[in-house]
């Protein structure tokens, strides 16, 4: 009779979760989420906000505005070629990623939102938001420099 060891079936059971976790990331690899960090800071007359978006161009980021909530969405489609572009060769491989970043931030008080303004540089995206002021309730729109 052989004697088993008492962790080998949580062992096992790791084992296979790390096998249908890594399927499930393959399955997963052509369409990224990403995590958007900010940091919100106050100044006398406005509020900057910076996020973190590397990667992105400043036409893939749409920001809004409404009342004391500012939206930033970032959406980046990529497509790789593997094979050659000849009309005598046929894709052996081709691979298509696309990226989403979504992040909505309370802001600490009241902006004037027809005011903001927005930059894009080496993948940090800043927001300007003067004060005091109360929105319109409608939210507007701001473009990415």
Do not use: K, Q
């Not at 893939?60 to 970032?74: H, N, W």
Request: glycine letters at 10%.
């Amino acid at each position: 009779m052989t004697e088993r060891m008492p962790f080998d079936d949580v062992t096992e059971l790791f084992d296979r979760l790390g096998e249908e976790l890594d399927e499930v990331g393959t399955a997963l690899e052509g369409r990224v989420r990403t995590e958007v960090n900010v940091d919100v800071l106050e100044r006398d007359e406005e509020f900057v906000v910076a996020a973190d978006l590397p990667g992105y161009d400043a036409d893939d980021i749409d920001l809004a505005v409404s009342g004391r909530e500012l939206t930033l969405r970032a959406d980046s489609d990529e497509e790789t070629e593997y094979g050659g572009g000849d009309s005598d060769i046929r894709y052996h491989r081709r691979e298509r990623r696309s990226r989403s970043a979504t992040r909505r931030i309370s802001l600490p008080g009241d902006v004037l939102e027809s005011e903001a303004e927005a930059s894009y540089e080496r993948g940090v995206l800043t927001v300007t938001l003067p004060r005091p002021g109360v929105g319109s309730g409608e939210g507007t729109s701001i473009d990415v420099e």
